[in-house]
């Protein structure tokens, strides 16, 4: 634990970590403010591309726990960046709430509905039938499928709930094209995360509470791991997996040393 602690920067998932829905974990403000305490370089990395920054600092606020937005770097954030090195003057069509749409708008892209660059998907609750057709007759006229996380599932205060991935998948379908996803496990949005905070992987450690996008995003970047069982993997889930993290804890507040 003193290796762990040691450490100089933490970037560390949300969803699953923090809090479930608008549930806050228990633990999480008691970490947040010893990160805080020891003078600790932090990110709040998640893979959801719903929120902005802004936002996410106001859900967290809401929790009683004070972050400023620039703490924070999202899948979309990373998208959009992704995108703007491709295709600097690009435009794109969006399923995806308000987070995706201002990192784009943000990078200098247009957000169209006709013969776009790009079709990206994102996050979101609000998605219906139209929105997939249409995608899909973009795709099939030439738009190149992206999507903002892999994440099949994530965590909800009532379960899990579908995530970006599950939502793409009719568009890949039916299009008989795959999407490239920017968010964790892709190394891009850990070399994004390492450059916000300034520090080198050595001196970082990556917090999550999922094997097959926190802990696999660690090992592809060669960052040590910690896999909280607060969030979607458990501990009978662990073995299934042909890589391990570097810790196992219950939850981050086992983090700061005892009082």
Known sequence: MESLREKQAYICDMDGVLYHGSKLLPGAKKFVDWLKRRGKQYLFLTNSSSRTPEELSGKLAAMGIQVSPEHFMTSGIATAGFLAAQNPDGNAYVIGD???????????FRLVDKAPDYVVVGQTE???YRQIEKAINL???GAK????NPDVSGPV???????CR???????MVSDRQAYFIGKPNPLIMRHSLKRIGRRREETLIIGDRM???????????IETVLVLSGITKEKDIHRYPYRP??????????????
């Open 98 to 108: 308000n987070g995706i749409r201002q990192a784009l708008l943000a990078n200098g």
């Open 126 to 128: 609000t998605y219906d």
């Open 139 to 141: 795709v099939l006229g």
């Open 145 to 148: 499928l992206i999507g903002t």
């Open 157 to 163: 205060e009532e379960g899990v709930a579908p995530a």
């Open 166 to 172: 599950a939502l793409i998948a009719p568009i890949e």
């Open 212 to 222: 097959d996008t926190d802990i696999i995003a660690g090992i592809e970047s060669e």
């Open 246 to 259: 570097t810790y196992v804890l219950s939850g981050v507040g086992d983090i700061p040393e005892p009082a």
